[in-house]
């Protein structure tokens, strides 16, 4: 969900359902595949569609942070082991 754009950023929240799609989420990140995807499908699928060379070049620079993941991820591990 895109929850906020200033000065040509794009702020999304993502609502993951477990800790192993956190942790997939994660891997994606680090790897560079989260990163690659998400330009492929918001930068260079558009230019396509369109059909335009923008005035600036378009690009896509990922940054999720390290801390807030840890959080969120044991927030999600102790949401699901009270299903145990």
Known sequence: M???????SIVATFRLSSEKA????WEMYTEGKFESTLQKVLVE????EDQKVPE?????KLSLGEDRFHQIQKKLAGKWSNYV
């Open 22 to 25: 956190a942790k997939e989420l």
């Open 2 to 8: 895109f929850v906020n754009t200033a000065k040509g």
């Open 45 to 48: 699928n558009t230019l396509k």
């Open 56 to 60: 600036k070049p378009m690009g896509l």
